[in-house]
Nanobody, 127 residues
Framework: QVQLVESGGGLVQAGDSLRLSCAASGRTVTSYNMAWFRQAPGKEREFVAV????????YYGDPVKGRFTISRDSAKNTVDLQMNSLKPEDAAVYYCAAGPGGLRIAVKFRANEYALWGQGTQVTVSS
């Protein structure tokens, strides 16, 4: 079973960029569809981005399309989220999640479809 640890959160100003990283241990990230979710106070956990186990497919939530990029480094066993043009509404705790990957396994977009989670990293965006 994989263990996930997020890092890279912090306080930035609107328009700035930030790069989050999710370090995996125990198993390789190439075994999983790896996703990022976020949760703001009082709101449900929201899908941000996912990269397939093969690395060949990526999907994004509508609020972040064109601004965020998910990527994977198989050598480092990490999954990163590059966030550009940050907005105050991007402020949240960002979580890394791992879901089963495989040719016959569909990529998932809902938080309740992921069983493996990191502890989260806080992103704060000032206006």
């Amino acid at each position: 079973q994989v263990q996930l640890v997020e890092s890279g959160g912090g306080l930035v100003q609107a328009g700035d960029s930030l790069r989050l990283s999710c370090a995996a241990s125990g198993r390789t990230v190439t075994s999983y569809n790896m996703a990022w979710f976020r949760q703001a106070p009082g709101k449900e956990r929201e899908f941000v981005a996912v990269i397939s186990f093969s690395g060949g497919r990526t999907y994004y939530g509508d609020p972040v399309k064109g601004r965020f990029t998910i990527s994977r480094d198989s050598a480092k066993n990490t999954v990163d989220l590059q966030m550009n043009s940050l907005k105050p509404e991007d402020a949240a705790v960002y979580y890394c999640a791992a879901g089963p990957g495989g040719l016959r396994i569909a990529v998932k977009f809902r938080a309740n479809e992921y069983a493996l989670w990191g502890q989260g990293t806080q992103v704060t965006v000032s206006s």
